[in-house]
């Protein structure tokens, strides 16, 4: 019902759109005509022609009407597009906020005609991002983009300023002494839909109250991305004011992506889901590389993106009666030792070791490391 209320609305936006051209259109072609005849028009019919009451033949009229209404239509239409044009080259094409140059204009020239404003410099992004592309595709994260955009919009209120300052990073100013939309942004329950499913998404962020704790838009720009950072070191899914106890050194730590820990631990692992078809979550370069998979799209594709296509025939029905077990009695961790599938067509075997979890969004899923058991080579299957 709701898939269908959104087409419907779009349907309902297209038609307003085309019957409010559809009478400018008709409207500059009247003016037009009533221009060349220097009076309102009036018609008659005779014999299948039109005619003014003057007695004029009407076509002629119609034709220079129609042409002079074309020509002021393309330049309605020249000077509607400039105007977007103008308009987009200050915005972000995803979220239409303002980006990051704009932003710095807009609060430079606020800041010029109100010398005296007071207010909240606020920065923040999207927990764990980079998972959302990972495990629901880019479309998805494009999603979640908009709808925190919409959130901001519709919770900091029209005064507020906000950009989009790359990436899952926004910023905005927000004016007031009160902080109290700011919390309600930081507070929001933000959720996004995939798979017909609605799950949930966090924000990290931080402030600056200006001009009390920042000299400049510079400075209050460091400061509240500082603050955003603590936030992300005490666990995310918070905020935090700027202190003058923050330090630089708090962001040392942030430098590397989740991704890139991920992939360059020196271990395999991948996360699947605990029940079900047990679908293969995320997998880490050193997994794709050790079993000779170019990337996780290749992955999925070999598997069917289920685990026990992973593991060699021979092991499946122990290995999926043992995953069966350890939900049931929520054992942990489990050691194993089975032969998973190369890309190439061998197996290799491996000890793993899993710890079952409680997720938000997928249930109960698996967390797998695997080590390589060194007395066995990979070998071909005939």
């Known amino acids: 019902m709701r898939n269908l209320s959104a087409r419907l609305l779009v349907v309902q936006r297209r038609f307003t759109n085309f019957a409010n051209d559809a009478a400018i259109v008709l409207a500059i072609f009247v003016v037009v005509l009533a221009a060349i005849e220097n009076r309102k028009p009036d018609f008659v019919v005779d014999d299948g022609h039109f005619y003014l009451l003057e007695g004029q033949l009407l076509p002629a009229h119609l034709l220079i009407a129609a042409?002079?209404?074309?020509?002021?239509?393309?330049?309605?239409?020249?000077?509607?597009?400039?105007?977007?044009?103008?308009?987009?080259?200050?915005?972000?094409?995803l979220t239409?906020?303002?980006?990051?140059?704009?932003?710095?204009?807009?609060?430079?020239?606020?800041?010029?005609?109100?010398?005296?404003?007071?207010?909240?410099?606020?920065?923040?992004?999207i927990d764990n991002f980079k998972l959302i592309n990972d495990v629901y595709g880019h479309d998805i994260g494009d999603q979640v983009l908009v709808t925190l955009a919409l959130n901001?919009?519709?919770?900091?209120?029209?005064?507020?300023?906000?950009?989009?300052?790359?990436?899952?990073?926004?910023?905005?100013?927000?004016?007031?002494?009160?902080?109290?939309?700011?919390?309600?942004?930081?507070?929001?329950?933000?959720?996004?839909?995939?798979?017909?499913q609605q799950y949930p998404f966090s924000i990290s962020l931080g402030y600056v109250c200006y001009p009390r704790q920042a000299f400049s838009v510079a400075d209050a720009l460091a400061k509240a991305d500082l603050a955003l950072y603590v936030v992300k070191d005490e666990g995310k899914n918070g905020w935090r004011e700027y202190e003058e106890s923050m330090t630089k050194a708090d962001r040392?730590?942030?430098?590397?992506?989740l991704r890139e820990v991920a992939d360059n631990?020196?271990?395999?692992?991948?996360?699947c889901q605990a029940e079900g078809s047990r679908e293969i979550l995320f997998a880490n370069q050193s997994l794709l590389e050790l079993l000779g998979f170019k990337d996780f799209a290749d992955l999925v594709e070999f598997t069917a993106g289920r685990l026990l296509n992973l593991v060699y025939p021979g092991d499946r029905a122990l290995i999926d009666l043992q995953m069966n077990e350890?939900?049931?009695?929520?054992?942990?961790?489990?050691?194993?030792?089975?032969?998973?599938?190369?890309?190439?067509?061998?197996?290799?075997?491996?000890?793993?070791?899993?710890?079952?979890?409680?997720?938000?969004?997928?249930?109960?899923?698996?967390?797998?490391?695997?080590?390589?058991?060194?007395?066995?080579k990979l070998t071909k299957e005939n």
């Open 252 to 257: 040392r730590q942030f430098g590397f992506t």
């Open 265 to 271: 631990l020196p271990v395999s692992f991948f996360i």
């Open 152 to 196: 901001m919009e519709s919770t900091l209120g029209p005064e507020a300023i906000i950009c989009r300052n790359g990436g899952d990073e926004f910023c905005a100013f927000v004016p007031g002494v009160s902080t109290d939309r700011v919390m309600n942004l930081a507070n929001l329950h933000q959720v996004f839909s995939a798979k017909d």
């Open 67 to 93: 042409l002079l209404t074309a020509l002021l239509v393309l330049l309605r239409y020249f000077i509607s597009k400039q105007k977007q044009l103008e308009f987009m080259s200050g915005r972000d094409g």
């Open 96 to 125: 239409t906020l303002l980006n990051r140059s704009a932003f710095d204009e807009k609060i430079g020239e606020y800041l010029r005609l109100h010398p005296a404003a007071r207010g909240s410099f606020v920065m923040l992004d």
């Open 326 to 376: 350890d939900v049931k009695t929520s054992q942990q961790p489990r050691f194993l030792s089975c032969r998973l599938l190369g890309r190439d067509g061998g197996h290799k075997h491996v000890f793993s070791k899993s710890r079952l979890v409680e997720d938000d969004r997928y249930g109960k899923v698996f967390y797998v490391t695997l080590s390589l058991q060194a007395d066995y």
